[in-house]
């Protein structure tokens, strides 16, 4: 069975810095694309960051570019989001997704049951 | 960005009615699109990938159609638990938007 859990939201003052940690289960996480996606509250999803199996490849949103760092260490099946400099924008519900990469297409096919980040003072 | 545009914002319906969403894309993205239901406090769900698509597990009454900028997600039967918010993403190119949301509600 696969499985996502994600830890380390919190409360936390503007400027303030979060670790997320995403721990996976029951499927190949080291050959994965994962993904960081966010949900502010009562609004819609956003993919707030990428990064390829082997690391290689890594996206941000505009937003967050300078601010945020994903990594992964595929030894532990562990993906991270480094938060820093962080804004009342960047609360909400934050999830770690894994992708699904096939022929014409491509999405994000099993999630966690997200983490709530909530910034404010 | 690519914009993703979806309609209608949200509607009613009533069981065993036939639904049909349909999103836009601002440029052409081939069949890199997405479905996602989202129920409230619960983790969006991966319904249909590659336009048309069906994810292992979702129900054959979900169905995708379209490529290029036109899309059309259709439930041929509205069942009870199908009660939800629809998302559409293109996958396309970064970043991977999503559309605002579809939200289906009982009539």
């Known amino acids: 069975e696969v499985q996502l859990v994600e830890s380390g939201g919190g409360l936390v003052k503007p400027g303030g810095s979060l670790r997320l940690s995403c721990a996976a289960s029951g499927f190949a996480f080291s050959t994965t694309r994962m993904n960081w996606v966010r949900q502010a509250p009562g609004k819609g999803l956003e993919c707030v960051s990428s990064i390829s199996y082997t690391s290689s490849y890594i996206y941000y949103v505009e937003s967050v570019e300078g601010r945020f760092t994903i990594s992964r260490d595929n030894a532990q099946n562990s993906l991270f989001l480094q938060m820093n400099s962080l804004s009342a924008e960047d609360t909400g519900i934050y999830y770690c997704a894994s992708t699904v990469m096939a022929a014409g297409g491509r999405g994000f096919d099993f999630w966690g049951q997200g983490t709530l980040v909530t910034v404010s003072a | 960005d690519i914009q993703m545009t979806q309609s209608p914002s949200s509607l009613s319906a009533s069981v065993k009615d036939r639904v049909t969403i349909t999103c836009r894309a601002s440029?052409?993205?081939?069949?890199?699109l997405n479905w996602y239901q989202q129920k409230p406090g619960k983790a969006p769900k991966l319904l249909i990938y590659?336009?048309?698509t069906l994810q292992s597990g979702i129900p054959s009454r979900f169905s995708g159609s379209g490529s290029g900028t036109d899309f059309i997600l259709t439930i041929s039967s509205l069942q009870p638990e199908d009660f939800a918010t629809y998302f559409c993403?293109?996958?396309?190119?970064?970043?991977?938007?999503f559309g605002q949301g579809t939200k289906v509600e009982i009539k």
């Open positions: 590659a336009a048309s």
């Open positions: 993403q293109q996958s396309y190119s970064a970043p991977w938007t």
């Open positions: 440029q052409s993205i081939s069949t890199y």
